[in-house]
């Protein structure tokens, strides 16, 4: 089964912008950083390349700054308030990841890390398997009782079998973020200037989507190739600012999805990957650092997370049913905007 023009042109135009984005943002944030900056830094890491001892040491110190995420002291207050700000934001097309790092550097918090905001997802899950479970359910039924009677083409086997192979790009290149370059947010594309220009970048593609999508296809038109299409837009979300939502509800619309069927397969898509997310930080939180979040807030978190996300989710199904997606477009281009802004007047720092 075959990919038509439409779908390699998405799956193309997903790859080749992200790249550039990614790339773009970094040369933004060296040019912010000043260029006697970047050649202080630059000559520092070619000391560092000729010095075996020093090397030795910084690998040392990256292990014990990634086991010591998250890098500010959450209080309970704190965990609830980012609870509701990642409850309101991952599941509308926005970037929770972006607002996460944004909304505590605004408010004097400091960055809660990679690790805390992984963990914070755990409760968006339970939402989604709360609102969706009698979905899940038949699907779930539907999908053994296809493949036991080897109907493929069964409609709940397909979908079932897009989610899960929607899944695998994702995994495979957060658990290679994750062990084999660890580095990867410790570079410019974890700054809120990169941030700020992703989420305007996002909302030109999530706006070119609304504009040219056809819209016609429902949730039991789903393929196969639309759970690897999404899937692979899904890996966008890697790089804080674009959104998992938005990369996945942009991609179905590109490929005809009407807007609430994109919703519901993007959240779907959604469960294994960031389940697998939030347990392995988890997993490493309660094992190596937990007094640096404490179990008080950390609960506090996840239920604030839950709760907010339920909300968030049947809004966001009732509100695509009659509305379009041009108030998350603009107010990605707000968002961007306000933070470049406020970046250029000196009010918060690169």
Same mark, same amino acid.
């Given at each position: #089964?075959?990919?038509?023009?439409? @779908? !390699?042109?998405?799956?193309?135009?997903?790859?080749?912008?992200?790249?550039?984005?990614?790339?773009?943002?970094?040369?933004?944030?060296?040019?912010?950083?000043?260029?006697?900056?970047?050649?202080?830094?630059?000559?520092?890491?070619?000391?560092?390349?000729? +010095?075996? @001892?020093?090397?030795?040491?910084?690998?040392?110190?990256?292990?014990?700054?990634?086991?010591?995420?998250?890098?500010?002291?959450?209080?309970?207050? @704190?965990?609830?308030?980012?609870?509701?700000?990642?409850? $309101?934001?991952?599941?509308?097309?926005?970037?929770?990841?972006?607002?996460?790092?944004?909304?505590?550097?605004?408010?004097?918090?400091?960055?809660?890390?990679?690790?805390?905001?992984? =963990?914070?997802?755990?409760?968006?899950?339970?939402?989604?398997?709360? !609102?969706?479970?009698? &979905?899940?359910?038949?699907?779930? %039924?539907?999908?053994?009782?296809?493949?036991?009677?080897?109907?493929?083409?069964?409609? &709940?086997?397909?979908?079932?079998?897009?989610?899960?192979?929607?899944?695998?790009?994702?995994?495979?290149?957060?658990?290679?973020?994750? !062990?084999?370059?660890?580095?990867? *947010?410790?570079?410019?594309?974890?700054?809120?200037?990169?941030?700020?220009?992703?989420?305007?970048? #996002?909302?030109?593609?999530?706006?070119?989507?609304?504009?040219?999508?056809?819209?016609?296809?429902?949730?039991?038109?789903? +393929?196969?190739?639309?759970?690897?299409?999404?899937?692979?837009?899904?890996?966008?979300?890697?790089?804080?600012?674009?959104?998992?939502?938005?990369?996945? =509800?942009?991609?179905?619309?590109? $490929?005809?999805? &009407?807007?609430?069927?994109?919703?519901?397969?993007?959240?779907?898509?959604?469960?294994? /990957?960031?389940?697998?997310?939030?347990?392995?930080?988890?997993? &490493?939180?309660?094992?190596? %650092?937990?007094?640096?979040?404490? #179990?008080?807030?950390?609960?506090?978190?996840?239920? +604030?997370?839950?709760?907010?996300? *339920?909300?968030?989710?049947?809004?966001?199904? %009732?509100?695509?049913?009659?509305?379009?997606?041009?108030?998350? =477009?603009? !107010?990605?281009?707000?968002?961007? +905007?306000?933070?470049?802004? /406020?970046?250029?007047?000196?009010?918060?720092?690169?």
């Amino acid at each position: #089964m075959g990919l038509s023009r439409n @779908q !390699y042109f998405t799956l193309g135009s997903f790859c080749a912008i992200g790249m550039a984005i990614a790339t773009t943002t970094k040369a933004l944030s060296s040019e912010l950083l000043g260029s006697s900056r970047v050649t202080e830094i630059t000559t520092s890491l070619a000391g560092l390349t000729s +010095s075996p @001892q020093i090397l030795a040491a910084t690998e040392t110190a990256s292990d014990i700054m990634e086991i010591t995420e998250p890098e500010t002291q959450i209080n309970l207050f @704190q965990a609830i308030v980012l609870g509701f700000v990642q409850g $309101m934001t991952e599941f509308i097309p926005i970037s929770s990841t972006a607002h996460l790092q944004v909304v505590p550097i605004a408010l004097g918090w400091g960055d809660p890390g990679v690790a805390f905001s992984a =963990i914070l997802q755990l409760g968006s899950i339970g939402s989604v398997l709360w !609102y969706f479970w009698p &979905d899940l359910s038949t699907l779930a %039924n539907g999908a053994v009782r296809g493949l036991v009677r080897r109907e493929y083409d069964d409609q &709940d086997f397909r979908i079932v079998l897009g989610i899960l192979v929607g899944s695998v790009p994702i995994i495979v290149f957060g658990l290679i973020v994750k !062990y084999v370059i660890p580095e990867f *947010y410790d570079q410019n594309l974890r700054t809120i200037t990169a941030i700020a220009v992703v989420s305007i970048a #996002m909302a030109i593609l999530l706006g070119i989507a609304e504009r040219f999508g056809v819209r016609k296809r429902n949730f039991g038109q789903l +393929s196969l190739q639309d759970g690897l299409l999404m899937g692979l837009a899904q890996v966008l979300a890697l790089v804080p600012g674009f959104s998992r939502s938005g990369s996945t =509800i942009t991609a179905g619309l590109f $490929m005809g999805l &009407d807007r609430t069927t994109a919703a519901r397969f993007s959240f779907l898509l959604g469960i294994p /990957a960031i389940t697998l997310a939030g347990l392995v930080e988890l997993k &490493d939180l309660l094992t190596s %650092n937990l007094d640096s979040i404490g #179990m008080v807030p950390l609960v506090g978190g996840l239920i +604030s997370s839950a709760l907010f996300s *339920y909300l968030s989710i049947a809004w966001l199904i %009732n509100f695509l049913k009659t509305q379009s997606t041009w108030v998350f =477009i603009w !107010y990605r281009i707000a968002f961007g +905007s306000a933070i470049l802004v /406020a970046l250029s007047l000196g009010w918060i720092q690169p």
